[in-house]
């Protein structure tokens, strides 16, 4: 029985985000420059796009950029934007084929003139798109979100829009960048690091977080699959106990 065929497709987490992480690492390990290891890692954004849609996946978010990645030198953070531009131009053809809706959060309006044109170009042909969305967090961070999504607010409950009262947890929701998109269930990091770096603070509370050492440009359908697997023989308790959860 193959990997793919031990998935329980009534049990598959609705979004998964990842990490894509080792990208550098995989080509220093060969003597090649850190671009070369974004360009192969191309090549796994592409694998785990399909190998998402076709199980069946509603959401994938991929962090490409972070905030913290504008202090990467010049010469990187341009490759990285160029990169992001040819994907995207290619690739909106094979979204659109596999009906597959492109979304982006992040600062985007801090992207490069010509990376951001690109952007949006492929978001608006491919809006009516409905059998996964696939979100590329660009020039993203948590923390950037979080205080983005407090001065506007502020600035409501100033011109009388909302009253404090309003604010809980959902409103709150509604005006981070992630709000028309589910809390992701599962969140990946590859290349053996075990750490957040501020992504997705506020949306992963419950989200199940699964670790592999693989470096992004070697991850491929197959580790999709084992992460989906490892998510299924899970217990999700949302904080109440087990047998509870077994009555629900
Ligand atoms: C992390 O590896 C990877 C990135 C900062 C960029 C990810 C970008 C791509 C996979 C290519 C473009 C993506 C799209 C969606 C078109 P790292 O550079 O931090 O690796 P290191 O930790 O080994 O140095």
Redesign the pocket.
């Known amino acids: 029985m193959s990997l793919k065929d031990k998935i329980d497709l009534k049990k598959l987490p609705n979004h998964i985000a990842i990490i894509?992480?080792?990208?550098?690492?995989?080509a220093?390990r060969q003597g090649k420059n850190?671009i070369f290891?974004?360009?192969n890692?191309?090549k796994?954004?592409r694998e785990t796009t399909e190998a998402a849609a076709e199980l069946g996946i509603n959401f994938l978010t991929?962090?490409?950029?972070?905030t913290e990645?504008w202090n990467r030198p010049k010469f990187e953070i341009d490759a990285?934007m160029r990169?992001?531009v040819q994907?995207?131009d290619k690739e909106t053809k094979t979204l659109n084929k596999n009906n597959i809706r492109l979304q982006a959060i992040g600062d985007l309006k801090s992207l490069h003139k010509n990376s951001y044109k690109q952007l949006m170009k492929a978001i608006k042909d491919t809006e009516k798109n409905d059998r996964m969305t696939l979100v590329?967090a660009l020039s993203y961070s948590s923390r950037w979100e979080i205080v983005k999504a407090v001065k506007t607010i502020i600035e409501q409950i100033k011109s009388n829009k909302i009253s404090i009262d309003d604010i809980d947890q959902k409103v709150f929701s509604s005006f981070l960048t992630t709000s028309s998109i589910p809390d992701p269930e599962l969140l990946i990091r590859t290349?053996g690091?075990y750490r957040i770096s501020n992504f997705l603070l506020w949306q992963i509370a419950y989200s199940e977080l699964y670790f592999t050492p693989k470096?992004?440009p070697d991850f491929r359908k197959e580790d999709l699959y084992e992460a989906i697997l490892n998510f299924q023989n899970r217990e999700r308790r949302f904080g109440m106990i087990s047998e509870q959860i077994k009555k629900a």
Do not use: P
């Open positions: 894509m992480d080792g990208n550098g690492r995989w220093e850190r290891g974004h360009k890692g191309v796994s954004v991929l962090y490409a950029f972070s990645n990285l990169l992001l994907t995207i590329l290349s690091e470096l992004w």
